[in-house]
């Protein structure tokens, strides 16, 4: 085949490409089919690595759609996580990291002071879900407390709470860190209502759920413990600040020259 000839036919595919949506396969076509004339491989083996670069670059797609839907904060994972520093037992973090407990709807909260890695652990066991292929969402309480002023004008308060029943994983950040408005408590308990039994949630507190009513009115905050823990897995932090350790070690810069 002549040189005019193979680019003819190459262009040809690359427009039943753009047709058939095949994004991956089109970005690898021309590389690809140099290789495999340079190294003789079968016809198949070519369809099967170009295909195989389609499902691999869909896959890293959606992947990435779960990531920015979740709305994490930091993009904390478990590449820089410090087993050692935490003060939950090994056994526990791989156990949490495995997310069997998610498969089984059931819940997690991390309580404990300022600084000990509960926000790092909860985000970046929502980061592993979503690699998992699993759908996650991140809330602060008081964003709960927005969604709930949102809707309230249209009356459709209900209805936003249990289109959240739909993702694998809810992830509440920072509770008991600043003092928590009636929407927010209303909002928290909307969430784990609409949750209970059919989705997990993993919560982080600066207080133990049990002292939740320091925080807003004592009716909400029963109903909400008394869902919250029914089918929960409570794991208490102690220790100081790994931030304030960082800090005044000089790991928390890069030291100036």
């Not at 003789?40 to 070519?46: G, K, M, Q, T, V």
């Not at 996580?81 to 709807?105: F, K, M, Y």
């Not at 000990?116 to 709960?144: C, N, P, R, Y």
């Not at 784990?192 to 507190?205: M, T």
Request: hydrophobic fraction near 40%; include cysteine.
């Amino acid at each position: 085949m002549s040189p005019a000839a193979a680019e003819a036919q190459l262009e040809e595919v690359l427009v039943a490409c753009r047709r058939l949506r095949l994004k991956y396969v089109r970005e690898e076509l021309e590389e690809l089919t140099r290789t495999a004339r340079a190294q003789r491989w079968d016809p198949l083996e070519l369809l099967r690595v170009l295909f195989q670069a389609e499902v691999e670059g869909r896959d890293r797609s959606t992947t990435e759609l779960r990531r920015r839907r979740a709305r994490f904060p930091s993009g904390k994972t478990f590449d820089i996580w410090d087993e050692g520093r935490s003060s939950i037992a090994p056994v526990t973090q791989r156990a949490l990291r495995s997310l069997e407990w998610v498969a089984r709807h059931e819940n997690l909260v991390v309580a404990g002071p300022s600084g000990t890695g509960k926000s790092h652990l909860i985000e970046a066991i929502g980061q592993s879900a979503v690699e998992k292929g699993l759908s996650v969402s991140w809330f602060s309480v008081e964003d709960l407390g927005i969604l709930v002023r949102r809707h309230r004008v249209d009356d459709s308060v209900s209805k936003a709470f249990t289109q959240l029943a739909g993702a694998a994983l809810v992830l509440v950040d920072d509770i008991g860190l600043l003092p928590i408005s009636s929407d927010a408590a209303e909002g928290l308990y909307r969430l784990v209502d609409a949750r209970y039994e059919r989705g997990s949630i993993a919560l982080s507190s600066n207080l133990h759920p049990s002292g939740f009513d320091q925080l807003m009115e004592r009716t909400i905050a029963s109903a909400l413990v008394d869902r919250l823990l029914h089918h929960a897995h409570v794991v208490v932090t102690d220790g100081e600040s790994v931030r304030l350790a960082d800090a005044t070690s000089g790991k928390g810069v890069t030291p100036l020259s």
